[in-house]
């Protein structure tokens, strides 16, 4: 299937440091996305990457794609407590329609 | 601006119940999606709607999971009779565009179901 996986499953760090999660996806893309679910919420849109992209910024965040390592990074800078959340990458599935396939996510612990 | 809106956010009932959940998705956007996550599985879409049609309907578990989407402003996700095993977080999400896979998702904070 065309899920994204991403690693680490965990990730804790102390407020500051960086974070970086990755994901993996299996067949060909034309974009990939991320989101972030707080604890008892619903997921939270992040950035959208287009395959003819191999970076983008949105605020601390920044996003990497290398459709030929079908791989895909997110970067949180200069992390706070409020981060703390989950982080799922959504590649698209085969189908033609806006048909996304979340993966086990990266939950992330940011301690004062 | 309104986001997706669930209801009921918590639902306690015992099996054999029939159980009704609600969503209102953004207005304009002609998409909806339910999705159901549980530790387990994680994340499954269950099905797709798109200007109130359903789309794919792959994901539904079995036939005691219905979905309808009267009109463009509505959608049920319906189960009949309940099961201890649908207990999960559901949740709508809505999203502007009729295909292509370059639309945000809109999510709802979900409906926490439990099934005794």
């Known amino acids: 299937s065309q899920q994204g996986e991403e690693d680490p499953q965990a990730l804790s760090i102390q407020e500051g440091e960086n974070a970086t999660m990755n994901c993996s996806y299996k067949?060909?893309?034309?974009?990939l996305q991320w989101y972030r679910q707080n604890s008892g919420r619903g997921l939270v849109h992040l950035i959208l990457i287009r395959s003819n992209e191999r970076e983008k910024h949105s605020g601390r965040l920044r996003v990497t794609l290398d459709t030929s390592k079908k791989s895909s990074s997110l970067l949180i800078t200069a992390s706070r407590a409020a981060d703390t959340a989950s982080y799922f990458c959504?590649?698209?599935?085969?189908?033609?329609?806006?048909?996304?396939?979340f993966g086990a996510g990266t939950r992330l612990a940011v301690h004062p | 601006d309104a986001g997706v809106i669930q209801s009921p956010r918590h639902e306690v009932t015992e099996m054999g119940q029939e159980v009704t959940l609600r969503c209102k998705p953004i207005s304009g956007h002609n998409s909806l999606f339910w999705y159901r996550q549980t530790m387990m599985r994680g994340l499954e879409l269950l099905i797709y709607?798109?200007?109130?049609?359903?789309?794919?309907d792959s994901g539904m578990p079995e036939d005691r999971f219905s979905a309808k989407m009267p009109n463009a402003s509505f959608s049920t996700l319906k189960i009949q009779p309940s099961e201890p095993r649908d207990s999960a977080v559901y949740f709508c999400a809505s999203s502007p565009g009729g295909g292509g896979s370059n639309q945000p998702q809109h999510f709802g904070d979900g409906t926490r179901l439990s099934i005794l």
């Open positions: 709607f798109n200007n109130n049609v359903p789309i794919d």
């Open positions: 959504a590649p698209p599935a085969s189908g033609g329609y806006n048909k996304l396939i």
């Open positions: 067949t060909s893309i034309n974009n």
